[in-house]
Nanobody, 115 residues
Framework: QVQLVESGGGLVQPGGSLRLSCAASGSIFSINVIGWYRQVLGKQRELVAIITNSGTTKYGDSMKGRFTISRDNAKNTVYLLMNSLKPEDTAVYYC?????????WGQGTQVTVSS
C-alpha cells in the first residue's frame, strides 16, 4: 500500500499562491484516482481536486478557476497549485489515493490564508 506525504503548506496572504506536493512511496502510475481534500475543524472533509490515471480532473466548485492539479508519474508526485487564495481556503489539506477499493490518506498539511 502506497504511503503519501504532503508538503508545501504554510501561511499566505489573501490573493497569494501556494503549491502543495504529495509524494508517494511507490509508483502512482497505476493509481486510479489521486488528489486533494481539505478539512476545517468541526466540518466535513471536502473535495478540492482529483486526477485520474488518464489525466481527467475534477474540482470542488469553489476551487474551479483558481486551483490546478497535476501529476508527475516519473516523480511519483501530485501537485496542487492554488492561486487567488482566500481566507476561507484555510484548512488542513490531505492527499488521497484511491485504487482497487483501497483509500489511502496522507497526514495533511496546514494552509492558512490570513493578512
Amino acid at each position: 500500500q502506497v504511503q503519501l506525504v504532503e508538503s508545501g503548506g504554510g501561511l499566505v496572504q489573501p490573493g497569494g499562491s501556494l503549491r502543495l506536493s504529495c509524494a508517494a512511496s511507490g509508483s502512482i502510475f497505476s493509481i486510479n484516482v489521486i488528489g486533494w481534500y481539505r478539512q476545517v475543524l468541526g466540518k466535513q472533509r471536502e473535495l478540492v481536486a482529483i486526477i485520474t490515471n488518464s489525466g481527467t480532473t475534477k474540482y470542488g466548485d469553489s476551487m474551479k478557476g483558481r486551483f490546478t492539479i497535476s501529476r508527475d508519474n516519473a516523480k511519483n508526485t501530485v501537485y496542487l497549485l492554488m492561486n487567488s487564495l482566500k481566507p476561507e481556503d484555510t484548512a488542513v489539506y490531505y492527499c488521497n489515493a484511491y485504487n482497487l477499493g483501497v483509500s489511502t490518506w496522507g497526514q495533511g498539511t496546514q494552509v492558512t490564508v490570513s493578512s
